[in-house]
């Protein structure tokens, strides 16, 4: 398929901006002007409208089929929310208008949705408060290591170091080096877990905090998650809660009385705003009580009268991390379904995708490898070294789904498990959808042992097929440029 | 239960064939952590929640005639970005690690990386970052990852925005933060010259900058890079219709806020922040990259490339911890900007200049009113200097249906009497005629 640039017409138009008679012209001097004209397509509307329903089939999401991608909670996005992100009311308020005099009397409803999701996430995770502004659950952990950094700034704590499992996401180490800490990591036990004896070596008097997903990224919960911080708060260290894998717990068991002091949740991935092929996403921050001075600026506070303000004098914050208040639209689409859900909701969504990660957990484990094989919760992690043996790879595995209409597992990671596939089937899912799953996982796996070359020359039901990523890499093309 | 599929019979049936009970999927929580049930009210019908939220929409006041831009504008929208952004292929999709079925977000993103550069006259984009302040920040660690110095220098026509952010980010960090101070609307040279030196890893500036002037860096560029430092530039993407680009004032990266590209203000997003630079600095640029290759037949596809710079394989050691991006707003801009094309933006920038041209005259009518910076020139925002103090006169023009524009004291101390005045083509003649005669009857 051509790329859009390349079919262009000269002197085609699409859409046409407004005109205006009887204004002056532009007050812009030959030397602030610019030359030519930037090489944009030339193109009908119904050109953009094709080109991109084109593209649009040449992409796979959630509302395509089954998306079992490990540690990314591919769960149906209600289209409810999509219709209420677009209310004017919200889609066209300025976001400076608080910052007029009186302003905050212009977003009242606004500011009343960022209180109440607030609240809700507060009870849910048992925290004293949220910033809602974090961009992304990257941000919040970043976001969340430099109020971790503040603390220690204050009580005069000279750290430098911030502990993390090995089982770790990439972003957590990318993040707390970011925030200016050195990264030590600590490895996981036989069993999947944090390996206490090596957390007790690693623990002194530098340690800042440790980061740590619970349940982990292969799926499990950490039963030992008290002694670990206690051990961490002995050196008055924090605990860091990524929040990528709450799905499971929502109303069973909260962050908050795991002993975290700090929490970042994926509103994208726990509460059901969709991914957008790879954002936006928004990533609050929850504090415990003695934290709570140290959000960013600014946080929507509520007056006696009920009206809402926003709280800019905050002596001791960390200072500005967004431009303002989030990524409002995101947040809207999450308290829509905050408020679908309700209490028993949340309550079922933590039970099914519980469920669901256990029944293709069990029902698969006799034709894959499982290097932890107890109990999961919202996902479960397989190994496939018994296929590689045989020649046929995770990534193998990944294509020949894709032949069978699903999207793949999340593939080699996390890194501790050799030929790793993440499956989270999430709780949108029915047990049929999740059957066919199975069958095709079993079909392959069968393959794999009689016929490997029939899955390793997948895909073959794509319009391109496996692509040849070396030299993207050695020589890359990156944009057309005219 | 809403979005749950299984029926409880099914729940059972799934149960009994793993020799389970819910309960015991959940023994692995230790008792006293479990919670003992939520405060939370019950589910509502989406009936009820649409509502809801009808009603605190209602409760935000969006039909005032808006002057207020700030870096943030009320561009008009054209039906058909919406249409084509919410087709569900795209938007319930995630980073697209499937190469083969995700040609469609991977192409588009090629596409978005190629209109940037194309727009900006610069050699690779990235994927997008948050929003115009994340990318300026970005800019700058990356400033300091290519030249090995510690000091940036941000002047002060840049957003106090993206300014405040800067401070929070680098804060833990070691860096020589210096703000300059300009003079008469635009950057001082003589400031700069100050600051810059072998030291020096960036020096960012904004065009148009905060105070809606325009301005031409090429002495700046040449100045820095005597000095081995970086020029970044930050801009206004609209106004790239007719304003001479960073790429050819020798900006060496270029960043901005592309909400302007089709996505609506939303209270503050979400937005999408873009980066641009020259091919000789691509390692060391933040943030996904799709390169295009071929298949095993010769077909030409996508992929995401240059992965040894992201945190999911260097970690600690990543050009930045930013992962999930705004993929679907970088769609949205792409959407947009093909809608318009190479002729379009033009049309619309000049309507945005024109307007805002015969929003200056028709201001400057007004008995003591006057311009804060007469000398310079501007596209579609400029300062007016009013008889009285700034605020004053918004609130008077609140309660008239008006947001007259952002009042300058707000991040600049000595500015009260100054309101930073926007206009887009969304705004009428008539609508500005009639903002003139409100502002003149309020004063």
Same mark, same amino acid.
């Given at each position: ?43 009908? /509307? ?19 089929? &089954? ?85 220690? #700034?204050?009580?005069?704590?000279? #750290? ?111 509460? !059901? ?147 790793? *596939? ?16 199975? /069958? ?43 | *239960? ?19 009970? *819910? ?34 929409? !209602? ?12 870096? &943030?504008?009320?561009? +008009? ?189 939303? +209270? ?61 707003? =970088? ?24 307007? !805002? ?21 501007? +596209? ?23 947001? =007259?524009? &952002? ?27 009639? +903002? ?8």
């Amino acid at each position: 398929m051509k790329v859009i640039f390349e079919k262009s017409v000269p002197g085609r138009g699409g859409v046409r901006p407004v005109r205006q008679e009887g204004c002056p012209p532009p007050q812009i001097a030959p030397h602030l002007a610019r030359e030519r004209p930037a090489e944009l397509p030339e193109l009908s /509307e119904l050109d953009v409208v094709r080109h991109f329903t084109e593209l649009s089939r040449r992409n796979f999401g959630v509302d395509s089929g &089954f998306y079992p991608l490990g540690s990314c909670t591919m769960k149906y996005n209600p289209k409810m929310a999509e219709q209420i992100a677009g209310y004017a009311g919200f889609a066209s308020l300025h976001p400076l208008l608080p910052q007029l005099p009186r302003g905050e009397m212009l977003v009242q409803g606004a500011l009343a949705v960022l209180h109440e999701i607030d609240l809700a996430l507060r009870e849910i995770c048992g925290m004293a408060a949220f910033t809602l502004q974090p961009l992304a659950g990257a941000h919040g952990e970043l976001t969340g290591a430099m109020i971790i950094a503040a603390y220690h #700034k204050d009580r005069g704590n000279r #750290k430098t170091t911030i502990l993390i499992p090995d089982s770790a996401h990439g972003t957590n180490p990318a993040s707390a080096a970011i925030a200016g800490y050195q990264v030590q990591v600590v490895p996981s036990d036989p069993s999947g877990y944090m390996d206490l004896e090596a957390l007790r070596a690693a623990l002194s008097e530098r340690v800042a905090g440790l980061m740590l997903t619970n349940p982990n990224t292969l799926g499990l919960f950490d039963p030992h998650i008290h002694e670990i911080s206690d051990l961490v708060h002995g050196v008055d260290g924090l605990m860091y809660y990524d929040g990528a894998n709450l799905n499971p717990l929502l109303g069973r068991c909260r962050p908050g009385d795991m002993g975290f002091d700090v929490v970042h949740i994926n509103l994208h991935k726990t509460f !059901a705003t969709p991914h957008g092929g790879g954002g936006p996403g928004a990533g609050p921050v929850g504090v415990g009580e003695r934290l709570v001075k140290y959000l960013p600026i600014s946080l929507v506070g509520e007056r006696p009268d009920g009206s809402y303000f926003l709280d800019y004098d905050r002596p001791s914050s960390i200072g500005y991390i967004a431009p303002f208040y989030g990524n409002f639209g995101i947040l809207l689409r999450a308290y829509a379904y905050l408020l679908a859900l309700g209490r028993e909701g949340l309550l079922r969504v933590a039970e099914n995708a519980t469920l669901n990660a256990n029944y293709v957990m069990e029902k698969l484990r006799p034709y894959y490898d499982l290097p932890y094989g107890g109990l999961c919760k919202h996902e479960c992690v397989f190994s496939a070294r018994r296929q590689a043996a045989r020649g046929v790879r995770a990534l193998d595995i990944a294509k020949a789904l894709i032949d069978r209409g699903f999207h793949p597992p999340t593939v080699y990671f996390p890194l501790t498990v050799p030929e790793a *596939m993440m499956i989270e089937p999430t709780e949108t899912e029915s047990k049929e959808t999740l059957d066919a799953f199975i /069958e095709a996982m079993i079909e392959i796996a069968g393959l794999a042992e009689t016929r490997p070359e029939e899955i390793t020359r997948c895909p073959t039901t794509t319009v391109v097929g496996r692509l040849d990523e070396a030299r993207a890499a050695r020589r890359p093309d990156l944009a057309s440029l005219k | *239960m809403p979005y749950i599929a299984n029926t409880p019979e099914q729940q059972e049936a799934m149960l009994r064939q793993i020799g389970r009970s *819910m309960e015991e999927l959940f023994r692995d929580i230790p008792p006293d952590l479990r919670a003992p049930g939520l405060s939370i009210p019950p589910g509502l019908a989406e009936q009820e929640v649409r509502n809801r939220l009808a009603g605190m929409a !209602a409760r935000n006041k969006v039909d005032l005639i808006g002057f207020l831009g700030g870096g &943030f504008y009320d561009h +008009f929208i054209p039906a058909a970005v919406p249409a084509l952004v919410s087709r569900s292929e795209f938007y319930t999709a995630y980073t697209p690690y499937q190469p083969e079925i995700s040609q469609g977000i991977l192409q588009a993103i090629y596409e978005y990386q190629s209109a940037i550069c194309r727009l900006t006259d610069m050699e690779v984009a990235n994927a997008s970052l948050y929003d115009g302040g994340t990318a300026l920040y970005e800019a700058i660690m990356m400033a300091l990852r290519v030249t090995g110095r510690p000091r940036i220098v941000v002047d002060d026509t840049v957003s106090p925005i993206y300014r405040t952010m800067i401070r929070t980010y680098t804060g833990n960090l070691g860096i020589e933060l210096v703000e300059t101070r300009s003079r008469g609307g635009l950057p001082d040279r003589d400031e700069l010259r100050k600051h810059i030196n072998d030291r020096t890893a960036a020096v960012a500036v904004q065009n148009p900058n905060f105070f809606g002037c325009l301005d031409e860096f090429s002495d700046v560029a040449d100045l820095v890079h005597k000095h081995g430092a970086l020029l970044v530039v930050s801009c206004y993407p609209i106004s790239l219709g007719l304003v001479k680009t960073p790429g050819a004032m020798g900006a060496d990266i270029v960043v901005g806020e592309g909400q302007s590209l089709g996505i609506p203000l939303g +209270f503050g997003g979400p937005y999408l922040g873009f980066m641009a630079t020259r091919l000789g600095h691509v390692r060391k640029m933040p943030g996904r990259i799709v390169g295009r290759t071929v298949d095993g037949q010769g077909r030409q596809g996508f992929v995401l490339t240059l992965q040894t710079r992201e945190q999911h394989i260097r970690r600690e050691k990543a050009t930045s911890n930013i992962c999930t991006n705004e993929g679907l707003c =970088a769609l949205t801009a792409l959407v947009y900007l093909s809608l318009l094309g190479k002729q379009g933006l033009v049309e619309l920038a000049k309507t945005c200049a024109e307007k !805002a041209s015969y929003a200056g005259k028709r201001l400057l009518e007004i008995r003591d009113v006057r311009m804060r910076f007469p000398k310079r020139y501007y +596209f579609n925002e400029f300062v007016l200097e009013l008889p009285v103090a700034a605020d004053r006169v918004i609130r008077r023009l609140l309660d008239k249906g008006f947001a =007259a524009g &952002f009042p300058l004291v707000r991040y600049y101390p000595g500015m009260a009497r100054s309101l930073l005045v926007a206009v887009t083509e969304k705004r009428t003649k008539e609508e500005i005629d009639l +903002f003139a005669h409100v502002l003149e009857v309020s004063l």
